[in-house]
Structures are given as C-alpha cells and as structure tokens.
C-alpha cells in the first residue's frame, strides 16, 4: 500500500536558505543510501519563503525515519517556520513522470 503526504510551510524570510540547505543535505543522503518504498521531492515557492514536500512511502515503513539528516532536519523546524506547517494525505489524480526514476 502506498501513502501520499504533502507538506507546505513558511519560514521566516532569514531562516528560508538554511532550510533550503538543510533539505538539500537530506537529499544528499537519501541520493548515498538510496532507500527503497521512497519517492520524494522538495520544492520552495517563487515568494522565497514558502516550500512543499510532497512524498509517495510505498508500503509501511517510512526510510525518512531512518534518515540522520532528516532528522536534523525536522529538529530545529519550529525555529525556522514563520506559520506550522500543514500536512495532509493525499491521492494522485494524474502524474507525467512525476514519480517515475
């Protein structure tokens, strides 16, 4: 079974490259040890400050929660948002190579 999550948030406009560096480190990761049930992508919006994670977790056991970098990652997030961020389930309607390696 597979679960969709997005994620979009706000940082503060003086935390928004940190948190772009601390994703792209989690990417780094994820690109060394390459997890398998994991698709995953990041995107930080044209205002600068907003980003969207959206993730597909193929079967029960989620690789993100196995990551050390995603784990930093997630540690100092309260300190860098300007709103919490809002996560939700979600179901793919249609995709062009968006999930395909």
């Excluded at 780094?28 to 919006?45: H, S, V």
């Excluded at 939700?88 to 999930?99: D, M």
Aim: charged share 25%; proline share 4%.
């Amino acid at each position: 079974m597979s679960e969709i999550v997005v994620v979009r948030y706000e940082t503060r406009a003086d935390a928004a490259g940190e948190n772009q560096r601390l994703v792209e480190r989690v990417f780094r990761e994820l690109n060394e040890t390459a997890p398998e049930g994991l698709r995953y992508g990041a995107f930080r919006l044209a205002d600068g400050v907003g980003f969207v994670h959206v993730a597909l977790i193929e079967g029960d056991d989620n690789p993100l929660r196995r990551s050390a970098t995603f784990a930093e990652f997630q540690h100092g997030a309260a300190g860098r948002m300007a709103v919490p961020p809002v996560s939700a389930g979600a179901t793919l309607v249609g995709s062009y190579r968006l999930f395909r390696s």
